[in-house]
């Protein structure tokens, strides 16, 4: 859940509250004000950590996935191209997610775009997530993991069809499972 979602959650419990508490109604809506405004503020400082379903502090992130993939999924890393076994991976199967296993890509999306990066023409449904920066469009528009937020890649128009889409993903990002 995107962390102005949480917020706007925490706004509509004070709410309710309110409602049933009458009495309380200015004193309680001073304290969602606040409330309201501390939660925005921290999530604004936290970033998008706190949003996803699955979630570990950074030090047990670093323990389950190691240095490399930890640089990749969860620093927003990009890995030195044609270095990925996956990018050779021609059997029938499912690409997962590396930090929380959940399956992102099937092979049957899979093609050879020349970049050194594993791509694919579509997610799965209910995959990935998205986010960009207006200014940074030009680069991509960066992909998450849509249970565990890990970084995977990024999306761009210069894919084949039918989608026209190019998922340009760091093969540490992800595991093969075979069919
Ligand atoms: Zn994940």
Request: charged share 20%; aromatic share 10%; with cysteine.
């Amino acid at each position: 859940m995107p962390s102005w979602q949480a917020a706007f959650s925490l706004g509509c419990y004070i709410a309710r509250a309110m409602i049933k508490n009458p009495d309380r109604r200015l004193f309680l809506g001073l304290l969602g004000t606040s409330a309201v405004a501390g939660v925005c503020l921290l999530a604004a400082g936290r970033g998008t950590a706190a949003a996803f379903e699955i979630r570990y502090s950074p030090a047990e992130w670093r323990r389950r996935l190691g240095q490399e993939r930890y640089h990749i999924l969860r620093e927003a890393g990009t890995e030195r191209p044609f270095t990925s076994a996956l990018l050779k991976e021609k059997r029938k199967g499912v690409f997962t997610c590396a930090g929380c296993s959940l399956p992102l890509f099937s092979s049957a999306a899979k093609y050879d775009s020349g970049t050194g990066w594993p791509s694919f023409w579509k997610a799965l449904p209910n995959a990935v997530t998205h986010s960009s920066t207006p200014s940074l469009a030009m680069f991509g528009i960066e992909e998450h993991c849509r249970r565990c937020g890990g970084h995977l890649g990024h999306v761009f128009d210069d894919g084949p069809p039918p989608t026209g889409k190019r998922h340009c993903i760091n093969g540490l990002s992800l595991s093969f499972r075979p069919a």
